[in-house]
């Protein structure tokens, strides 16, 4: 048996701090074991082995917590192509029969370059968001157009399809990981299921400090800020909720700014403009 060698999929220089994402370091070491560790091994000592790559995983848990950055992220971790991303509800709207061309089509392009260029193939992520909305009508007989159905039916056969593949990753997201169809969630589909939950002290500081990061370093950021002390008082904030939290504090400082009756409307002093303390605490409010 060969000796693993140098491994070529991951990107060089990669960071983790520089991924922009915070509080997520536990669940993101969790994705690395439990869905990569194999793809940084040479092919030839997997296929000795005699195991496969795994070809799917499901990240859910509720809104704004970072599921659609980590599988962005996990791509350009792992030197792959662009991710393609596939949006549940779209894939509903779409004409009967174009939903599963399009899964089809998806699948092609990764299918073409295995085919071609076998083990040295990229690996091709394909992003399935708000997964949910397509499982919800699968096997309802309530009305329904059962393009859900089929959607499922193509990606089940698709993923099922791909075993002589190494280079493809689907990414399920949901808010709702009950209302996902227990075939999808099945050994060599999507398999590894990990939830990203809201973050804890620890985390809302970090994601906060990430949020802050360019105004703090080109001096927009007053000294009163206490990022710790709004990592506190931000118990049960998403991700999301709290980048919403310095765009709102940033508001409020830029309205300090405004000159009422000014034709421009903005004083002369903005290059002084400074979020403080205050503008989160009204912010929060
Ligand atoms: P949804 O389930 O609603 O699709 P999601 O879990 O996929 O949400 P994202 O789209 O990844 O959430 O997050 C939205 C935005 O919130 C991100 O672009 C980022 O600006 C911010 N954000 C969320 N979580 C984090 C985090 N852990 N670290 C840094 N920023 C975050």
Known sequence: IRRPAANSILAPDFKFEDMGIGGLDTEFAAIFRKAFASRLFPAGLIEQMGIQHVKGMLLYGPPGTGKTLIARQIGKMLKAREPKVINGPEVLNKFV????????????????????????????????????????????????????????????????????????????????????????????????????????????????????QQMRSNGFLDQDVDLAELAHMTKNYSGAEISGLVRAASSFAFSRHIKVGTVAGIADDVVDIKVKRQDFLVALE
Do not use: W
């Open 97 to 212: 029969g174009q939903s599963e061309e399009n899964i089809r089509k998806l699948f092609a392009d990764a299918e073409k370059e295995y085919k071609e260029r076998g083990d040295e193939s990229e690996l091709h992520i394909i992003i399935f968001d708000e997964l949910d909305a397509v499982c919800k009508q699968r096997g309802s007989t309530s009305g329904g157009t059962g393009v859900g159905d089929s959607v499922v039916n193509q990606l089940l056969s698709k993923l099922d399809g791909v075993d002589q593949l190494n280079n493809i990753l689907l990414i399920g997201m949901t808010n709702r990981k009950d209302m996902i169809d227990e075939a999808l969630l099945r050994a060599g589909r999507l398999e590894v299921h990990l939830e990203i939950g809201l973050p804890d002290e620890h985390g809302r500081g970090q994601i906060l400090t990430i949020h802050t």
